[in-house]
Nanobody
């Protein structure tokens, strides 16, 4: 019901900032909870952040609390991830996802983008 396309990844120095965008194609974007996940080589896919339908409630993984901010613009069918104070351990492929369920884990999300790579150099 929704197609997701991420953008904004790239190479950044430790301590720097990067903003990711995810644009949804469809007419039901406002019905979905949205999330950002990341996966490093040889690692499991972990939650980064999620946001409810209205954009008024956010959840963050412990490793990014205080550094990352998730937001959404329902009029533009877009969800964002502002990443500040980046660390080399943040290096991963970042994925945008959509869910009609209440959970925040990867298994709770139904639709996924293709990902965008973020590399943080030391």
């Amino acid at each position: 019901q929704v197609q997701l396309v991420e953008s904004g990844g790239g190479l950044v120095q430790a301590g720097g900032s990067l903003k990711l965008s995810c644009v949804a194609s469809g007419r039901t974007f406002r019905r979905y909870r949205m999330g950002w996940f990341r996966q490093a080589p040889g690692k499991e896919r972990d939650i980064v952040a999620s946001i409810n339908q209205s954009g008024g409630s956010m959840y963050y993984g412990n490793s990014v609390k205080g550094r990352f901010t998730i937001s959404r613009d329902n009029a533009m069918n877009t969800v964002y991830l502002q990443m500040n104070n980046l660390r080399p351990e943040d290096t991963a492929d970042y994925y945008c996802a959509a869910s009609l369920r209440l959970g925040v884990l990867a298994g709770d999300f139904d639709y996924w983008g293709q990902g965008t790579q973020v590399t943080v150099s030391s």
